[in-house]
């Protein structure tokens, strides 16, 4: 009973989110619509269209990931508290309120525009913003850090070899067998 009250609170607290984002959307796309060509920096096409059109969607989704870390913190304080017997059951009940959650949080501004306001332009629109924004994210988390860790990692190797060969330390012939063990772990990889 507790664990129901305190997810439906967190998906209520997430609805009021979805619901001021919705109208910060509206309004920001009048002040668009009506003022945007009166500054020099918001003329452009690519600062109207793509970056002061999503504002609120940003800000939605950055709420969003926020909002789901706290919610798994606060889902596993749940669980353990609810004290299961076994740990399969422990697994199911925080599986339901983990997928619950994220469920309706992620999707419910698209069932709200979808059942209750049945503006399908909005849908389509937001959906659309969405992936292209997941998309840039996704090669962002998946590409560019992990591209720009592994060049940091290397310059820092070059670094302390460059240090060894001042002190006078001889440093082996290459071995790839050798690097190959140094390389971290790719379990995460997909």
């Known amino acids: 009973v507790v664990s129901m009250s305190v997810v439906l609170m967190c998906l209520y607290i997430v609805t009021e989110v979805m619901l001021t984002t919705l109208d910060y959307t509206d309004i920001n796309n009048m002040w668009i619509k009506e003022n945007a060509e009166l500054y020099w920096w918001s003329k452009p096409f690519v600062m109207q269209g793509v970056v002061l059109a999503n504002v609120p969607l940003v800000l939605y989704l950055v709420a969003l990931n926020i909002f789901t870390m706290v919610y798994a913190k606060v889902a596993k304080m749940l669980n353990d508290w609810e004290n299961h017997k076994y740990e399969y ?5 925080m599986v339901l309120k983990l997928v619950l959650f994220q469920f309706l949080s992620m999707n419910m501004s698209y069932l709200y525009m979808a059942f209750v306001l ?4 909005k849908l389509f629109n937001a959906i659309r913003n969405v992936l292209m924004i997941e998309l840039v994210t996704g090669n962002l988390k998946e590409v560019v850090i992990p591209y720009a860790m592994r060049k940091r990692a290397e310059k820092a190797r070059k670094k302390e070899r ?5 002190q006078g330390v001889v440093i082996p012939q290459r071995n790839p067998a050798l690097e190959q063990l140094k390389l971290e772990s790719a379990e995460n990889a997909f």
């Open 118 to 121: 049945r503006d399908f332009a």
């Open 162 to 166: 460059e240090e060894l060969e001042k």
């Open 89 to 93: 059951e422990y697994e199911n009940a």
